[in-house]
Each structure stands twice: as structure tokens, then as C-alpha cells.
């Protein structure tokens, strides 16, 4: 799924920055989200849904 909206991206120099943004903190996230969800599932949901607004933000801007 997010593959789909980095696609949504302008120039392959965007995604990369994001797909490194995202590889570079996705564990942090899903640590720190695990301490209030505490399902594994439904973290991992919300780390991507985190980088899923951050792109459709950026695509406003």
C-alpha cells in the first residue's frame, strides 16, 4: 500500500527521500506505538497510515 502512494510522488529523487525517511525511522515508530497499542498488527497500521498522511500532505503543499 505504500508503495501506491509513494507512486503518487513527483520525481524519483521524492520517493527515494521518503523511502529512506520511512526505512530510517519505521522501527523507532513501531516501538514507540506498540507501548500505548500493543498489537503488532494494528502498530504496523499505523506507522504506514503516519507515512500515508505525510505523503498526501506533502502532494497539498
Known amino acids: 500500500l505504500l508503495t501506491?502512494?509513494?507512486s503518487m510522488l513527483d520525481?524519483?529523487?521524492e520517493r527515494?527521500?521518503?523511502t529512506d525517511?520511512?526505512?530510517e525511522h519505521k522501527y523507532a515508530?513501531?516501538?514507540?506505538?506498540?507501548?500505548?497499542?500493543?498489537?503488532?498488527?494494528?502498530a504496523?497500521?499505523?506507522v504506514h497510515n503516519?507515512?500515508?498522511s505525510i505523503i498526501e500532505k506533502k502532494?497539498?503543499?
Open 44 to 46: 504496523e497500521d499505523a
Open 4 to 6: 501506491i502512494y509513494l
Open 21 to 23: 525517511l520511512y526505512e
Open 29 to 42: 515508530l513501531l516501538n514507540y506505538v506498540m507501548t500505548i497499542i500493543r498489537n503488532q498488527d494494528m
Open 50 to 52: 503516519a507515512f500515508i
Open 11 to 13: 520525481t524519483e529523487q
Open 59 to 61: 502532494k497539498n503543499i
Open 16 to 18: 527515494q527521500k521518503m
